[in-house]
């Protein structure tokens, strides 16, 4: 079952499926550490598996 209102654009992780996410949860990181990101290219999902 997908997450609801959560929206992902990475194909090739084992938790995707048409453009929603079917984790139980996520985690959600800045890509240089810290809680702050400038824009949402410096955040990413530290739940992504490779399929
Ligand atoms: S775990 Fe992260 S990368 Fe994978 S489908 Fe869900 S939101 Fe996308």
């Known amino acids: ?5 959560v929206k992902c654009n990475v194909s090739n992780c084992r938790y995707w ?4 996410c079917t984790a139980s949860a996520i985690e959600v990181n800045v890509d240089d550490g810290g ?3 400038d824009r ?12």
């Open 1 to 5: 079952m997908a997450l609801d209102n």
């Open 17 to 20: 499926e048409q453009e929603h």
């Open 35 to 37: 809680n702050r990101a």
């Open 40 to 51: 949402f290219e410096k955040t990413n999902c530290r739940t992504f598996e490779d399929q």
